[in-house]
Nanobody, 128 residues
Framework: QEQLAESGGGLVQAGGSLRLSCAASGRTFSNYHMGWFRQGPGKEREFVGGINGDGANTFYADSVKGRFTISRDNAKKIVYLQMDNLKPEDTALYFC?????????????????????WGQGTQVTVSS
């Protein structure tokens, strides 16, 4: 059982940077694929990026590729989302997610139904 707690959201100007953190409480963090989703005002929830258990593979949505970077520290049981060159369209509630069923897989799932643990979300607002 994983409990996820996001932090690091806030208000930033366009072109700025933020780093989101997600702390997990479970004992087998390295067995989980981790990811980030977001939901902007009036928009559907969308996949942002994901990382496999040992951190060797990542995958990003086209909208954030080259600007966002996911990393993880398995010893600390934390996953990060570094967001650079932020745009107003990045404004959203960002959710940390975990999937338990892809252990040892290189594959990064991108559907919300693929992830069985969700955090409460942290708000990111980018002003123009």
């Amino acid at each position: 059982q994983e409990q996820l707690a996001e932090s690091g959201g806030g208000l930033v100007q366009a072109g700025g940077s933020l780093r989101l953190s997600c702390a997990a409480s479970g004992r087998t963090f390295s067995n989980y694929h981790m990811g980030w989703f977001r939901q902007g005002p009036g928009k559907e929830r969308e996949f942002v990026g994901g990382i496999n258990g040992d951190g060797a593979n990542t995958f990003y949505a086209d909208s954030v590729k080259g600007r966002f970077t996911i990393s993880r520290d398995n010893a600390k049981k934390i996953v990060y989302l570094q967001m650079d060159n932020l745009k107003p369209e990045d404004t959203a509630l960002y959710f940390c997610v975990a999937a338990s069923q892809y252990r040892n897989s290189w594959y990064i799932p991108i559907e919300s139904s693929d992830y069985n643990y969700w955090g409460q979300g942290t708000q990111v607002t980018v002003s123009s």
